[in-house]
């Protein structure tokens, strides 16, 4: 089934310890996004890319960093965790056309806790 | 600015009963997309059910429909014969003519045997 992988599920770090989250996807989207959602709140957009084009959000922090390899991975480096970090990463996908409806399509999410 | 309003942070429905919540939102654009989205405790979110602007008719799958008043900006979601596995967060958002989503805030939705 084409699907959005997110590994690992869940991540524990240090304070201050780099960290990478890992997304794939099989479902061939050229649009891919990055969202942070804390708890009971709404998914917080920090970038996407829009096939090779980067686009970071305004108040994305610079420790978030973003690596887009080829069509299917797209990673999250967060280069200097803090404790307000601690979150679930939500990847999702979209295939954007002119005229299209952008559906996005999520997946499981990797919970992360700094310690 | 564009924004998307869901002013039920929390709602409760008695099993087997039809319950609706309520999103509006604010935009200039006349071309754009809408959608419920519905994340369970496991907390993997996925659509519901999208609305065409440009569509009059309002979207239905199964037992979810939605209510779509282009005019007043508002974009509910009904729920009828509620089950105990429609319980989860439900996120309205629209795409406003772009490749990105704006998410409401939410309404936690339980389901009451």
């Known amino acids: 089934d084409a699907m959005v992988i997110q590994n690992p599920r869940y991540q524990v770090t240090q304070f201050g310890k780099p960290v990478t989250l890992s997304c794939s996807q099989t479902?061939?989207?050229?649009?891919m996004y990055w969202y942070q959602q804390k708890s009971s709140q709404a998914p917080k957009l920090l970038f996407h890319?829009?096939?090779?084009?980067?686009?970071n959000e305004a108040d994305t922090p610079d420790n978030f960093q973003s690596r887009r390899p080829n069509t299917s991975f797209c990673f999250l480096d967060i280069r200097s965790p803090g404790l307000g970090d601690t979150a679930m990463y939500l990847c999702?996908?979209?295939?954007?056309?002119?005229?299209?409806?952008?559906?996005?399509?999520f997946g499981p999410g990797t919970r992360l806790t700094v310690l | 600015a564009q924004t998307v309003t869901q002013s039920q942070p929390e709602m409760s429905v008695q099993e087997a009963e039809t319950v609706t919540l309520s999103c509006t939102y604010d935009?200039?654009?006349?071309?754009?997309?809408l959608f419920w989205y519905k994340q369970p405790p496991s907390r993997q979110m996925i659509l519901v059910i999208r609305?065409?602007?440009?569509?009059?008719q309002n979207a239905t799958e199964n037992r979810f429909s939605v209510n779509f008043q282009k005019a007043a900006k508002s974009f509910s979601l009904k729920i009828s014969d509620s089950q105990l596995g429609d319980a989860a967060m439900y996120f309205c958002?629209?795409?406003?003519?772009?490749?990105?989503?704006?998410f409401g805030t939410g309404t936690r939705l339980t389901i009451i045997p």
């Open positions: 609305q065409e602007a440009y569509k009059q």
């Open positions: 935009t200039s654009e006349s071309d754009y997309y």
């Open positions: 958002a629209t795409n406003f003519g772009n490749e990105k989503l704006t």
């Open positions: 479902l061939n989207h050229n649009v």
């Open positions: 890319y829009y096939d090779k084009d980067f686009n």
């Open positions: 999702a996908t979209s295939r954007d056309f002119p005229g299209g409806q952008n559906e996005q399509f």
